[in-house]
């Protein structure tokens, strides 16, 4: 226990001598909340419009004017020829193209169909995709005005998130990634720049057992991830205002078998590398970006390849995604989560277990 | 000079070929990660896993569920006609949407009236429900006939084309962007090291012993990753087309050259970064916070730049991807030479030269 301690304070004062990494510690979560809070909207607004008005009636500029009224749209072009639209395109200047034909007002008193073409730029597919479908929401309310409805109103019920605004749930995800980062990360270096910079030898002669080592080399690096989240969560609560609707023993709770995965992956990568250059590439490559691409915090699961689904099983972060989203924004409990939880401890335990395997035949 | 950058290459490069682990990863795993996550990342939104809630029974309720299961876009994951089971099925994340067709449906189709059916969706995913959102109108409205008020004016009918990428496939539009990102993060973290190692074991005075000034020191380190990243990049954009049907429809000259412009600035950050840290964990800290985050968020890769605050614009202004993938989506899927994406190019050279001379600076000091 004496041994424990005293490697635990040995490592805390290595991380108090080096003026810079308490500054990246602390400031660098704060920094990525902020700017993951207001950049990860998938809130599509603002898409770039080129309008080419060939009829230039009061009736199609009245079309224009429901298109420049929604928030959807920004105008940033009117050209007098469709040719004109190719350049604005290509450049990427404008993302969505209106065309309206000439004789569009005289079909609609006529009471015949009138078309109005939409042209989108698919090189950027998801705001293509949005972009179409908000201008045909727009017709589709400028033809219900002219008196024509569809029959059929589908009305949307949103729940936990009526406002639909990805910023609360992208939010509760940075806290699991700075989580992620710093314990894992920091415990893989710290265990590899003994054995780089040759003080392991000096550390293996003395009485600790290895067991005393790693969790001595551990305890520092949780209480920094732990302070961490703490600190972020100030922000994440007030100032973006994201709601916490379970209880936040729950989210300390679920926290702590997380934590057991991305400990111990951080342990197993130092069993795995000679230099902090080689535990960096693992854990940035090999056990980071999986992290954020394969757990659905940014990219749904149920669109992968079957192979890629099963794959994800074995990915902490997506059982952790699921209790974030799970206690902060659907208010439930250990009830709902505890298949979660269980998995998390599962691969925890295993981690783990890989971890001291092979670190006991390093030292062998 | 020449010859004294080329001696520290040639050393860069010797120490390299010993750490077998690093050269191979810096080498293969562009390639590796673009297979990975080419084949994994989609936006296209399908199998959503619907609960049908229908309270009216009739044949019209049935061919309005069965319009919703015809495509691959929905999985039924229950039926029932009591609203009340929906709650936990949302709360489990069993169901992510919920189509609820109310008592009544079928008879006001019969008679020609308007009327309304329910779709339940779980918010806390905002991005697919307002993706699962504009299938289910699209989908609702080709079920439905229109009705008109007396004397109503002719409806308008929206005619979509879509350009570059008719089918809207996202992978189309990820690749480049992925690429991009792992192209930055590799630049970054192969360089972040490259500096600081010496500081830290103690060779640095060695190097100071010697006539080098910092820019060779500089280029040197430089040079060798360069090299390694042009491989790496080659390979990754070969597979990008081969595999993922990304077509290459403007020159390979020019892409070559926009991508040399992006590993450069890349590079040169890195070694930035590696000249300010004084140790490893330290610089790798920062080569991550500096080229993960904001080319995975600022860059216009996942989030539209567009839809971002004012002020947050004008930071993705400094993010080098930002015109990688303005440039490398033009070349690739637009097929539009300099003049479509002369500014970025600029851009690029641009910042590849500040960070560079301002690592000189720093190494020039601590010389």
């Known amino acids: 226990m004496r041994g424990l301690l005293n490697v635990v304070v040995k490592e805390l004062l290595q991380l108090r001598r080096d003026p810079k990494i308490l500054p990246l510690l602390f400031v660098a979560p704060v920094f990525q909340l902020l700017i993951l809070g207001y950049a990860a909207t998938q809130d599509i607004r603002n898409i770039e419009l080129a309008v080419c008005d060939l009829d230039r009636t009061a009736a199609s500029r009245s079309l224009v004017d429901a298109f420049t009224g929604s928030t959807w749209f920004r105008l940033v072009a009117t050209v007098d020829a469709q040719g004109e639209l190719d350049p604005l395109l290509d450049s990427g200047r404008a993302r969505l193209a209106v065309t309206i034909p000439a004789g569009f007002a005289a079909d609609r008193a006529g009471g015949r169909v009138a078309s109005v073409q939409l042209l989108a730029d ?17 017709v589709r309310r400028a033809s219900e005005v002219g008196g024509v409805h569809s029959s059929i109103e589908l009305r949307p019920v949103v729940l936990y998130n009526p406002d639909l605004a990805s910023r609360n ?11 992620m980062v710093m314990t894992m990360m920091l415990t893989a270096m710290a265990l590899v ?7 392991m030898e000096q550390l293996l002669v003395t009485p600790l057992t290895p067991l005393n080592l790693i969790v001595g080399k551990i305890i520092p690096y949780a209480l920094v991830g732990l302070v961490e989240v703490l ?16 209880s936040f023993f729950t989210l300390l709770v679920l926290t702590l078998p997380f934590m057991l995965c991305t400990l111990g992956l951080g342990l197993l990568v130092s069993t795995l590398s000679r230099t902090q250059q080689q535990a960096m590439m693992l854990t940035a490559f090999v056990f980071m970006l999986p992290q954020v691409y394969l757990s659905g915090f940014i990219f749904p699961i149920q669109n992968m390849p079957h192979g890629f689904q099963l794959l994800t099983t074995l990915v902490p972060l997506r059982y952790y995604v699921v209790i974030l989203r799970g206690v902060f924004l659907k208010g439930v409990g250990f009830a709902v989560l505890w298949p979660q939880a269980l998995a998390l401890l599962g691969l925890g335990v295993v981690i783990l277990t890989l971890a001291r395997l092979r670190f006991r035949r390093r030292l062998g | 000079m020449i010859r004294r950058t080329l001696a520290i290459a040639v050393k860069e490069l010797r120490q390299l070929r010993r750490d077998v682990r690093t050269t191979l990863a810096l080498l293969g795993m562009p390639v590796v990660l673009l297979l ?15 609960a049908v809630v229908d309270q009216d029974g009739g044949r019209a309720a049935r061919e309005l569920r069965e319009a919703f299961l015809a495509t691959d876009t929905f999985d039924l994951v229950s039926a029932g006609n009591d609203a009340r089971a929906l709650d936990a099925l949302f709360d489990s994340g069993r169901a992510q949407a919920a189509l609820v067709i109310p008592h009544g449906y079928g008879s006001d189709r019969v008679a020609g009236r308007a009327t309304t059916v329910q779709l339940v969706l779980d918010g806390s995913d905002a991005q697919t429900a307002t993706a699962v959102l504009g299938y289910a109108r699209q989908i609702v409205a080709s079920a439905a006939p229109v009705w008109r008020e007396p004397h109503s004016l002719g409806a308008i009918r929206p005619v979509a084309s879509v350009w570059y990428n008719p089918d809207l496939s996202s992978s189309r539009f990820l690749v480049p962007g992925l690429l991009g990102f792992i192209l930055m993060v590799t630049a970054v973290i192969a360089t972040a090291l490259a500096v600081v190692r010496e500081k830290e074991r103690g060779t640095m005075e060695s190097l100071r012993a010697t006539p080098l000034v910092a820019i060779e020191l500089l280029i040197g380190k430089t040079l060798p990753y360069l090299l390694i990243g ?5 390979g990754a954009i070969a597979l990008a087309w081969g595999l993922f049907d990304v077509p290459v429809r403007g020159s390979l000259l020019a892409l070559a050259a926009v991508t040399l412009l992006f590993l450069a600035g890349g590079l040169g950050l890195g070694m930035l970064i590696s000249t300010m840290a004084e140790t490893q964990q330290v610089a790798f800290q920062a080569a991550l916070l500096i080229s993960m985050l904001p080319t995975l968020l600022l860059s216009g890769f996942i989030f539209p730049i567009s839809s971002m605050p004012r002020a947050l614009q004008l930071v993705t202004h400094v993010v080098p991807a930002r015109y990688y993938l303005v440039a490398l989506r033009g070349i690739v899927l637009k097929g539009t030479g300099p003049e479509a994406w002369g500014m970025e190019a600029v851009a690029l050279g641009i910042f590849a030269t500040v960070v560079l001379l301002v690592a000189t600076v720093r190494t020039v000091r601590s010389l």
Do not use: N
């Open chain 1, 169 to 179: 749930f992208m939010v509760p995800g940075v806290l699991a990634m700075i989580i």
């Open chain 2, 36 to 50: 990975l996550y080419g084949y994994a990342l989609s936006f296209d939104v399908r199998h959503i896993r619907l």
């Open chain 1, 122 to 138: 698919g090189a950027d597919a998801t705001t293509g995709t949005v972009g179409l479908g908000y201008a045909a929401e727009v």
């Open chain 1, 231 to 246: 600190s972020a969560l100030p922000i994440a609560l007030w100032w973006f205002r994201v709601p916490l609707r379970g």
């Open chain 1, 193 to 199: 720049r003994e054995v780089e910079i040759g003080t």
């Open chain 2, 230 to 234: 042009s491989v790496a990049a080659a």
